[in-house]
Structure formats: C-alpha cells, structure tokens
C-alpha cells in the first residue's frame, strides 16, 4: 500500500464524517418547515444544531485542504471545470449560514417566515447539488489529455445525476430527522417520529434504484464488485446498518437509531470509493486520460510530512467535536440567547 493509497483512504472517511456531521445539519433543514407548526417550534429545530453545525463545517474545509495537498491535479480539474457548480454550492451554503444567523434578530413574522424559507431552501438546495456532484464523479466527466474538465453547467444535470441527487437528499432528511428525534420533544417530537420511517423507505427505494441503475450503466464503478465478492462486503454491511437503524427507529432508540444512520452513510460512501478506485475522477472521453490515486497524487515526501500532521492534527478534531456533542447532549432547550 503506496502513500497515496492511505491518503486515498483518509480522504474518504473525512468526507465521510462531513455527510454524516454535517448532514443532518442539512436534514434538520430540509425537515423543518415540514415537522415545525410555529415560531417557538422552530425555534426549537434550530437550537437544536445550534451549537453544532459551524463546527461540523470545519470538515469540508479539511477535506478541500487533503485534495489540495494531496492530490492537487485533481483539485486543479475540479475547481476549474466546476467553478461555477462550486460558486453555487458557496453561495447556498452562505444562505443557509445567514438565515440561521438572521432570522430570530427581529420578532417581525414576516421577518422569520422570510428567513425559514431561506434555510429550507438552501438546504434542500444545498442537498440536492452534492448528491448531483457525486452523481457526475460516479458517471465521469469530459475531462481531456490535460486534465481539463470541458463541461458546462447544464452538462452535468442528467437523469443519472438527478436521481443520486434525490437520494442524497431523501439520506439527509432521514439523517436530520433521527437527530432531531433525539433533541425535540412534545408535539413536534411526534411528528418527527411519524415521518422518520416514511422518510426512510422512501430513501432506501431511490438508494435501490440508484444502485440498480449504476450496476447497468456505470461499468467503471460496477465491475470492481462483480469482479472479486470481496468488495461486496461494504455494500452489505450498509444495508445491515440501514436494517438496524430501522430496527432501532421502531424500538425508539434514538440514538443508536442515529449511529447506525451514519454508518450507512459512511459506508455508502465506501462503496462508492472502492468502485472508483483507483481513480479518482473518470474521463468519460478516454480511460486514459483518468485521474488516478498513483497520477495526481503529490510526492511521497508531500504526502509523508501531511500523514505526521494529520496524526497529530485529526485526534485532536476528533477530541473537540466529541467534547462539543457531549456538552450540548440532551434535549434542546430555549434561553433567552438562543436563535
């Protein structure tokens, strides 16, 4: 196992541990204007994230700087044959910022309606554009001998791509709703609970079509499974932590229902990667011209001064986000400061 191959593994789990921390954030999002009846409820579903979501962002930022450092051929075709995908993507993340910041500094209903409507758009926006954009990695790209990424925005809307989208967002609904039957209570705890399994049957028939459809049609992706049973092991096991969370969600075990949702989803992501590899972006123009783990990746002497940084760097993230979620554990209460 090569250098690139361990940093190949760490930036899987990093973005892993986004989608799962930062992904109920999204869920919470997408589920309020739904679950919440008024302004004390929502409220309520804010100040649930409260004191979390800023830090789990802290993620996304690690995850661009590892594919800078460690691969930057790919960070190069990225942000340039996406810019303006990313510059969507920037600026939906700064709506929903805002509107959380915003939107109790006046008690003018209007006013918080105007930004409730802003966070569940960005959300669900916000959603739908990441679950696009590994959609377009797992199909590949128009990506030439240089590296350059020929491909406009409407380009990377299709068919296949719209559906990952809608998993993506259906995983984050039912993500954010299993945090939020941990943090509510009273009427709007029902609710939520109503709608998780709901939420989650939904998410696991467009999660089976989704596999089903890349099975077919995506045979850079698809043929590492079929090729060694080995590799079936991550697939099966999200599917085993899905049959828990469901487990779990009927016994009201709210927390491990939440565990096992984010080992689905970081499985999921698993998967995903052990079909890729070992590229990293797919050239839907020649296979030649892939970016690979071995072809973009930095020199072993880049790679090995980031692996002791990240062994001192990644425990103590680690050590802060715990500390973060076991101060603010429990169920959300309303003070005087709060959103």
Request: glycine residues 8%.
């Amino acid at each position: 196992m090569s250098l690139a191959d361990i940093w190949f593994g760490l930036f899987v789990l990093i973005i892993a541990g986004y989608l799962i921390l930062d992904g109920f954030d999204i869920g919470v999002g997408i589920a309020h204007v739904v679950v919440a009846r008024n302004d004390e409820e929502r409220r309520m579903v804010l100040n649930s994230i409260g004191p979390v979501w800023d830090g789990n962002e802290v993620w996304i930022v690690l995850g661009a700087g590892v594919l800078f450092a460690a691969f930057p051929l790919v960070y190069a075709s990225l942000f340039s044959g996406f810019y303006l995908a990313f510059m969507l993507v920037l600026l939906v993340m700064i709506l929903r910022t805002v509107a959380i910041e915003f939107r109790s500094k006046r008690a003018s209903t209007r006013w918080r309606q105007a930004w409730d409507a802003v966070f569940g758009f960005a959300s669900i926006s916000l959603g739908l554009l990441f679950g696009v954009a590994f959609g377009n990695i797992v199909a590949g790209v128009d990506i030439d001998q240089n590296g350059d990424i020929h491909a406009s925005l409407v380009d990377l809307v299709s068919p296949y791509t719209l559906l990952i989208g809608v998993t993506a967002l259906s995983m984050f609904a039912m993500h954010g709703l299993l945090f939020l039957a941990m943090k509510t209570s009273g009427g709007l705890e029902r609710r939520v609970r109503r709608l998780v399994p709901k939420t989650m049957l939904l998410f696991f028939l467009l999660n089976t079509a989704s596999v089903l459809v890349t099975a077919l049609d995506q045979q850079d992706v698809s043929e590492r499974f079929t090729s060694d049973f080995w590799f079936d092991f991550f697939p099966a096991l999200a599917l085993l932590s899905f049959i828990l969370c469901w487990q779990f969600v009927m016994d009201e075990r709210d927390f491990p229902a939440f565990i096992a949702s984010s080992a689905t989803i970081a499985l999921l992501i698993t998967s995903g990667a052990v079909g890729m590899y070992p590229n990293l972006l797919i050239s839907s123009e020649n296979a030649q011209y892939n970016l690979t783990v071995s072809n973009a990746a930095s020199a072993d002497n880049t790679l090995t001064v980031m692996l002791v940084v990240a062994l001192i760097g990644i425990p103590l993230i680690l050590l802060y986000t715990a500390g973060v979620y076991y101060f603010f554990r429990g169920k959300t209460r309303l003070e005087r400061d709060s959103y």
